[in-house]
């Protein structure tokens, strides 16, 4: 049987029991109820409600348009363009991480570079210090970019900038780029409400009963997401047309 992702079995040698989350070599990546991942070889030794089976690797799905992870359609034997001069800004690794997975394969067809800035609060300095321009553009994706926030004051001061035709800045709602993720995809009806006097990241792994000590709890937590996004579809609509807007922002040919 193809070891497909989600498929449910459980390993003879050692009775672990968990859904399929990944390939890697000849192994296949396990997932118990309890979010801990164990590598098994494929071949015999399973069991899928209490039949033996032997899994092997998924055979590549053969389309007549295969698209990206965007939903946008591939293009064959595409190299990855000379990167533009224009630049997409994230706020953290994680952004740029999440914007990676869905749409890498169109960035690097276009040529766009996704950068991470650690935060906002030095935005205005940054877009002078790139000094943008006609064919030199910057999109910056923005959390928790609502009325009356930091954010937006941020944002509202750069768009009256001197360079403020050149730059887009658009933002998503939520207060962490890990709410952009449709929570069925973990698993839960909808992402915990946290206090503002906790971490939020921390109060997230915390309500979900996962690891928080420290900064290597928080990183795992977010591989477990991240390894839950496919495609657009694990990911909420507004983010995805912030993101489809900064991509075509830094793409529109210039109009000198």
């Given at each position: 049987m193809e070891a497909e992702r989600d498929l449910v079995v459980e390993e003879l040698a050692t009775g672990f029991v968990g859904a399929v989350v990944g390939i890697e070599h000849r192994f296949v990546q396990l997932?118990?109820?309890?979010?801990?991942?164990?590598?098994f070889p494929l071949?015999?030794?399973?069991?899928?409600?209490?039949?033996?089976?032997?899994?092997?690797?998924?055979?590549?799905?053969?389309?007549?348009?295969?698209?990206?992870?965007?939903?946008?359609f591939a293009v064959a034997d595409a190299r990855a363009r000379v990167a533009l001069p224009s630049r997409i800004f994230v706020e953290g690794r994680h952004d740029a991480e999440l914007v990676e997975r869905v749409w890498g394969d169109d960035l690097r067809v276009e040529g766009v570079v996704v950068e991470y800035l650690e935060g906002v609060d030095d935005l205005d300095a940054i877009v002078k210090d790139f000094k943008p321009g006609p064919g030199?553009?910057?999109?910056?994706?923005?959390?928790h970019l609502v009325p009356n926030?930091?954010?937006?004051?941020?944002?509202?001061?750069?768009?009256?900038?001197?360079y403020g035709s050149s730059v887009l800045v658009v933002g998503h709602p939520f207060v962490d780029i890990w709410q952009a993720v449709k929570p069925a995809r973990i698993g839960i009806a909808a992402w915990p409400t946290v206090p503002r006097t906790i971490e939020w990241k921390h109060g997230i792994c915390e309500a979900l009963g996962w690891p928080h000590a420290d900064q290597a709890d928080i990183a795992r937590a977010w591989k477990r997401i991240l390894g839950r996004v496919n495609s657009y579809t694990d990911l909420e609509p507004v983010l995805l047309g912030r993101v489809e807007q900064l991509i075509d922002f830094v793409t529109e040919p210039s109009a000198g």
């Open positions: 997932e118990d109820r309890h979010g801990r991942v164990r590598l071949g015999a030794g399973y069991l899928i409600d209490g039949k033996p089976v032997s899994l092997r690797a998924p055979k590549p799905k053969a389309g007549p348009a295969a698209r990206t992870a965007s939903g946008s030199r553009k910057v999109g910056v994706l923005v959390d926030s930091k954010e937006s004051r941020i944002a509202d001061a750069v768009a009256r900038g001197p």
